[in-house]
């Protein structure tokens, strides 16, 4: 029963384009929502967050647009930049815990 | 501050031994977590304390227990290691939820083999 879902496990994109990474959740309850950016031998660290009560919020090249009707969020970076490259994980809050989806590995091309 | 440390980095076991691993946050957060992350996988979560005294099961429990005698320590321990136990154990603490700002803070991870 996974309730925060990442159906792609990994994307390419050439630098400087747009990359966009998918979630898809079944609890219309969760109140916010959170992205994590986790790189190779390190822990995941925030990236940025939703409330739901909005449809959108901006972090310099970081977006994360939510779509409350269709259950979807999506994190949108322009420009993508070679540093990005990392798996990104979305998560929402439970009373004490937090659910993970099983992330999605960007891959930034120079 | 240092955030949320882990030791070790590290370890192979053998099968039927038996581990610690060390967990410690500077942050005076109340909320600690326990994950481990297997290969293609998401963070699934073991054990959690919301406080002091106080630990509840996670998603994958089996195998592991807990502590918290302090608001700072939460050691993970392994009594009887096994092959399904090999993976990358993460460390995570948080302040109460507050609303939207609220996140968690991991620590580097411990990788673990058991052979």
């Known amino acids: 029963d996974q309730q925060v879902k990442q159906n792609s496990p990994s994307l390419s994109v050439q630098e400087g384009r747009i990359s966009i990474l998918n979630c898809d959740y079944t609890n219309s309850m969760f109140d916010y929502f959170l992205w994590y950016k986790k790189y190779p031998a390190e822990g995941p660290t925030f990236l940025i967050s939703i409330s739901s009560i909005k449809d959108k919020n901006e972090d310099g090249r970081f977006t994360v647009f939510l779509n409350k009707s269709a259950k979807h969020l999506s994190l949108h970076i322009v420009p993508s930049q070679p540093g990005d490259s990392a798996v990104y994980f979305c998560?929402?809050?439970?009373?004490?815990?937090?659910?993970f989806g099983t992330g999605t590995r960007l891959k930034v091309l120079a | 501050n240092a955030g949320v440390t882990q030791t070790p980095k590290f370890r192979i076991l053998k099968i039927g031994q038996s581990m610690t691993l060390q967990c410690t946050q500077d942050?005076?957060?109340?909320?600690m977590y326990w994950y481990r992350q297997d290969p293609g996988m998401g963070l699934k979560l073991i054990y959690y304390s919301v406080g002091a005294g106080i630990t509840d099961k996670g998603e994958v429990p089996n195998g592991y227990n807990v502590s918290r005698s302090t608001t700072e320590d939460f050691p993970l321990r392994l009594e009887l290691a096994a092959p399904s136990q090999t993976s990358v154990y993460f460390c995570?603490?948080?302040?109460?939820?507050?609303?939207?700002?609220?996140?968690?803070?991991f620590g580097p991870g411990t990788r673990l083999t058991v052979l």
């Open positions: 942050m005076n957060h109340n909320y």
């Open positions: 998560a929402a809050p439970g009373t004490y815990k937090y659910i």
């Open positions: 995570a603490s948080s302040p109460p939820r507050q609303g939207s700002a609220d996140t968690q803070y």
